[in-house]
Each structure stands twice: as structure tokens, then as C-alpha cells.
């Protein structure tokens, strides 16, 4: 430890660039780490505030709940064996306001049930980001393929859907505007793994990645995080093996006086280790600030669990990329090392 900090003071200049790419490489991660899971909310928080279980469209949709029709007969089976089960729809929509303007939401109905919200035939729940937009309870709304008008009766916290606002409707609503006496999906919380004939399982995190849009949003921001991650790698590998090639006649001279292969090992890896910490907590701290001072209706939501998970991920792929480039180390012999020191 000792010796590692005395040569980081020594060369200083090397480690503080070295630090501030990690630095610079490590905030981008967290940043694109949060704008990732500010979209997956913003994309479906309707699927992902619900509590972990089984989601069910027929087999026929080819995993295309838009083209799911569920027997009315066997949903009822399903829902009287299962007394926490709800039967569901979600479909895109429009609704207008008084002054003519168009609002894009997803029309979202189901069974009565404890997680969904259950509301009368001509009233709507919108989900608050609307209320931001200046509707308010009691305002009206219509719908071109309605014949009647929605009451707005309140509004709940974080609930979109492909980007767009949810407006929960009643069921008889929802079938005048889409000529749809069939629901989508049936959804049973808990462990449950039981299988129905003509119907297809699917965890959350399967019928999440079902949806195409939050699919190939998700993969290509990941993607780029862990391509930033491998780069942090790569940089720590380059870094100490030209460090390391510099030293070669120091580690001979080291080695020849008993200094152990492991001990070389372990300055460097100190050395790594306090290069990233440093690095990470600058770039947490900010990754937060950033987090608190972001524009009102920006999709950003960066998680203790996520930045502790990258944290780790970035201290991994440092100590692989540092051991990496010492391989050379133990295959330095002294005296040869010394007599191309002094060359």
C-alpha cells in the first residue's frame, strides 16, 4: 500500500489522467444507466409497479397482446380459482379536450381487482402527468368512437404506458370505443406457474421484453452501457501494461532483492482500486446532483440498487483489466530485466 501511493504521488500526472477517464467514462455510464431506467418507467410502469406473477394472452397472438382475444369462459374459470386474478386490456388511444386538443393515452380496463383502478361507466383515472398538463377533476373529455363523455375522477402516480399517459376506463367504455368484448390478458400475482389450454405464460420481465418498443429501447441504451464498462476495462489493461513495460528494470531490481511476484501484484492492484473509488464517488455525487437538477418531465431515475450494481462492475472489470496487463510481471526474470533497464 505503501509503495503504490508513493509511486501514484511520484507520477501523478499518468494517474490523474488515467482517473479522470474513468471519472468521465463512469459518469456517462451512470447517466445513461439513469435515462435507461427513466424510460423503462416512462415505456411501462403500468406492467412494472405490478407485484411479480404470471401474465397470460393466447397462444394465437404469437406474444402480441394486441392480438390477444381471451374466452370469456375461460377467464371466468381462471378468475373464480384465483381470487387475486385480474382479466386486462391496453390499447392506444386519443382524448380531447373542450378546447379541442388532442391528448395521446392508453386505454387501460380490467376486471375489478386491487391492482388496477376500478372506475364507473362515463368516468376516467388519468395517470397525473396530465393533471401537470392542466386537466383537472371534474373536467370532461371525449373520444372520437364515443358517444358519451368522460368525467375526470382523479388521478394516480406514476402509471404510462408506451410513453403515453394511462386513462382507466371502464370495461363498457372500453368495448363501445374498440368493439371489443374480449379481454387482452389475464394477470395472477404470486408464484403460480399453472398452465391453461390455448394460453401462454409469461414472467414480468418476459412480457415486458414482449413489448417491442420497450425491447429495442432497453437493448440498445444497455448495450452502451456495457460497451462504456468495457471500455473502463480496456483502459485500466493499456494503462498498467505500459506502465508496467516502463518498470521492468525496477521490478528486476525489486525482484532480485526478494520482493514477491504477488507483492507487485498487490500494489497494483491497490492502485486500480483507489484510482476507481475515487473516480466513482465523483462521478455518483454528480450522477445525483444530475438526478435532482434534471428539466421537469425528463425520463431519468438512477437507483442506489443500479449505482451500486455498476459500482461493482467497474471495480470487476478494473481488477481484470489490471491483471491482465500484469501477466508480464511474473514472467519477468531480474537479472534480464536489469540488463534491459539499463539498455
Known amino acids: 500500500m505503501n509503495i503504490a501511493w508513493k509511486e501514484m504521488k511520484k507520477n501523478k500526472g499518468r494517474f490523474l489522467i488515467l482517473g479522470s477517464i474513468v471519472f468521465l467514462v463512469s459518469l456517462l455510464t ?36 394486441n392480438l390477444s382475444r381471451i374466452n370469456s369462459s375461460t377467464q371466468k374459470k381462471i ?13 392506444m388511444g386519443f382524448l380531447n379536450e373542450r378546447n379541442h386538443k388532442q391528448r395521446s393515452v392508453a386505454f387501460v380496463t380490467s376486471t375489478e381487482s386491487k391492482w388496477f383502478q376500478n372506475v364507473k361507466k362515463g368516468e376516467v383515472v388519468l395517470d397525473r402527468s396530465m393533471e401537470e398538463d392542466g386537466i383537472k377533476i371534474g373536467d370532461t373529455l371525449t373520444n372520437n368512437q364515443y358517444d358519451g363523455k368522460f368525467i375526470v375522477k382523479g388521478f394516480v402516480d406514476h402509471s404510462k404506458y408506451s410513453h403515453a399517459p394511462v ?3 371502464n370495461m363498457e367504455d372500453y368495448q363501445e370505443i374498440y368493439r371489443a ?38 437493448m440498445s441504451l444497455n ?4 460497451f462504456l464498462v468495457i471500455i473502463s476495462g480496456m483502459l485500466f489493461a ?38 476507481t473509488i475515487i473516480a466513482l464517488g465523483l462521478s455518483i455525487t ?30 470487476v472489470i478494473g481488477f481484470i483489466g489490471a491483471t491482465l496487463s500484469g501477466v508480464q510481471i511474473k514472467k519477468i526474470e531480474p537479472l534480464q530485466a536489469i540488463q534491459q533497464g539499463e539498455g
Open 30 to 65: 451512470f447517466i445513461i444507466s439513469g435515462i435507461a431506467n427513466g424510460l423503462s418507467q416512462d415505456n411501462a410502469a403500468l406492467i412494472k409497479d405490478l407485484p411479480n406473477g404470471q401474465f397470460y394472452m393466447t397462444k394465437e397472438a404469437d406474444e402480441t397482446y
Open 79 to 91: 378468475l373464480d380459482k384465483h381470487q387475486n386474478a385480474a382479466a386486462f386490456s391496453i390499447q
Open 167 to 169: 386513462a382507466y376506463v
Open 181 to 218: 368484448n374480449q379481454m387482452q390478458l389475464i394477470f395472477i400475482p404470486g408464484d403460480s406457474t399453472q398452465g391453461f389450454a390455448g394460453l401462454q405464460a409469461f414472467s414480468k420481465d418476459q412480457f415486458l421484453n414482449a413489448i417491442p418498443s420497450y425491447k429495442a429501447e432497453q
Open 223 to 226: 448495450m452502451i452501457i456495457w
Open 238 to 275: 493499456i494503462f498498467f501494461y505500459m506502465m508496467n513495460v516502463q518498470k521492468i528494470g525496477l521490478y528486476g531490481i525489486l525482484k532480485a532483492i526478494g520482493v514477491k511476484t504477488s507483492t507487485l501484484f498487490k500494489m497494483m492492484w491497490t492502485q486500480m482500486v483507489l484510482i
Open 286 to 315: 454528480l450522477s445525483q446532483l444530475f438526478n435532482l437538477a434534471a428539466p421537469e418531465g425528463m425520463p431519468f431515475h438512477l437507483t442506489t440498487e443500479n449505482t451500486v450494481q455498476l459500482s461493482i462492475i467497474f471495480l
